[in-house]
């Protein structure tokens, strides 16, 4: 149990709708990163909140956004959806934007695009 | 070519047999991370190591900075192991880069 939670864990959209993802990070963790996961796949990177800033963003467009709030937890959105965005969306917590700093996983979001 | 990379990318062993997964990366690295994610999705971070060799119970991890290489070994293996093993290495910038995992099956 690593005490960062996501919600909803499983998903269903179609093509061209929009997704909110949530993310409640470790008690105490100032940053939070999210990565997308696709079948068989390594996760990507796609980008890391520090204090309710953008602090490093992967290689994805600006369709996906992300916002973290003073609490620390963080959503992270996807517009006008693709079939490619299927995917585990995993977000992790850890005590600084350091990535030397451990990074504490949830379960991850399974997001079906139909 | 990845710029982490990971072999083999599926293992079968007898439960008891010693395990060991490789990983080598290609750029510049502050740490590197050995993840285990379960079916369903949960990632757990195993190790993170800059230098030398880590242990935590029947698990160890090496690295070799100036080969650019690390392994994480497994002793005495069960079938609770069974799993992905995903290498991730932490560069300058505030990303991880995951290799594409090790799956493996440990059966009785």
């Known amino acids: 149990e690593t005490g960062v939670t996501q919600s909803p864990t499983h998903l269903i959209k179609t093509r061209g709708q929009q997704v909110t993802l949530r993310c409640s990070s470790q008690s105490g963790h100032n940053t939070v990163s999210w990565y997308q996961q696709a079948l068989g796949q390594g996760p990507q990177f796609i980008f890391q909140y520090y204090r309710e800033e953008e602090n490093g963003r992967g290689n994805f467009p600006p369709r996906f956004s992300g916002l973290q709030f003073p609490n620390y937890s963080s959503e992270l959105n996807v517009n006008a959806l693709e079939l490619d965005d299927s995917a585990l969306y995993l977000c992790?917590?850890?005590?600084?934007?350091?990535?030397?700093?451990?990074?504490?996983f949830g379960a991850g979001t399974r997001l079906s695009v139909l | 070519k990845n710029e982490v990379e990971q072999s083999p990318q599926n293992l079968t062993a007898q439960e008891g047999e010693f395990i060991t997964i490789n990983c080598s990366y290609s750029?510049?690295?502050?740490?590197l991370h050995w993840l285990q994610q379960h079916p369903g999705g949960g990632i757990v971070s195993l190790f993170m190591l800059s230098s030398g060799k880590k242990k935590h119970g029947r698990l160890i991890a090496t690295i070799n900075i100036q080969e650019k290489h690390s392994s994480l070994h497994i002793t005495a293996s069960h079938p609770r192991d069974s799993a992905v093993y995903i290498c991730a290495v932490a560069g300058t910038a505030s990303k991880l880069t995951f290799g594409t995992g090790t799956r493996l099956q440990v059966t009785l």
């Open positions: 992790a917590s850890s005590l600084s934007g350091r990535t030397k700093n451990i990074q504490y």
């Open positions: 750029v510049g690295i502050s740490a």
